[in-house]
């Protein structure tokens, strides 16, 4: 790996960046229409005081080539949070050269730092080169578990439904 290549804790200046990769990964995983952010959500939501996300920038030779975001949940069976990746992106030119390796080392660096007892994120089941290089890694993957998800008008419909 490039010694020019260093990762810090993205900051409020960082947004518009943030926005662009959030952009860009949209496109990669084939959803150019589902980003529905903008500069000001992500200084709110990740620069706040009380922000529960947080977010990094890698950047080599002073230039940003991706970001990863991530926040702690609870583990009820281990008494701990973990620490949960909810995006991350690289350039492209940027990837295979272990950028990733070390964003995914910083943030494993990251939940040890927080005595997290573990650290997990899902992939897109056709992302064949992600799904390779986590198992190159040593992370496993979780195929019995199904994601649920409620959003939008089903979000809305279900919180307000009559008991």
Same mark, same amino acid.
Request: with cysteine; proline share 0%; glycine share 8%.
């Given at each position: 790996m490039n010694n020019n290549v260093i990762i810090r804790d993205a900051n409020i200046s960082d947004a518009q960046t943030i926005l662009q990769f959030i952009t860009e990964l949209a496109i990669y995983e084939k959803e150019p229409?589902?980003?529905?952010?903008? #500069?000001?959500?992500?200084?709110?939501? +990740?620069?706040? #005081?009380?922000?529960?996300?947080?977010?990094?920038?890698?950047l080599e030779n002073d230039e940003p080539?991706?970001?990863?975001?991530?926040?702690?949940?609870?583990?009820?069976? +281990?008494?701990?949070?973990? !620490?949960? +990746?909810e995006d991350l992106y690289l350039s492209p030119d940027s990837r295979g050269k272990g950028a990733g390796k070390l964003i995914m080392k910083h943030l494993a660096n990251k939940a040890i730092t927080n005595d997290c007892g573990r650290f997990e994120w899902v992939v897109l089941d056709w992302n064949k080169p992600a799904i390779d290089f986590y198992d190159s890694i040593g992370a496993k993957a979780q195929n019995e578990w199904i994601i649920?998800? !409620?959003?939008?008008? #089903? !979000?809305?419909?279900?919180?307000?439904q009559a008991e």
């Open positions: 229409d589902a980003v529905k952010t903008d #500069e000001h959500a992500i200084i709110k939501t +990740l620069f706040s #005081e009380g922000a529960t996300a947080h977010s990094i920038i890698c080539i991706g970001f990863a975001v991530y926040f702690y949940n609870y583990s009820t069976w +281990l008494g701990k949070n973990g !620490l949960y +990746l649920y998800r !409620l959003t939008g008008q #089903e !979000l809305h419909d279900f919180a307000n």
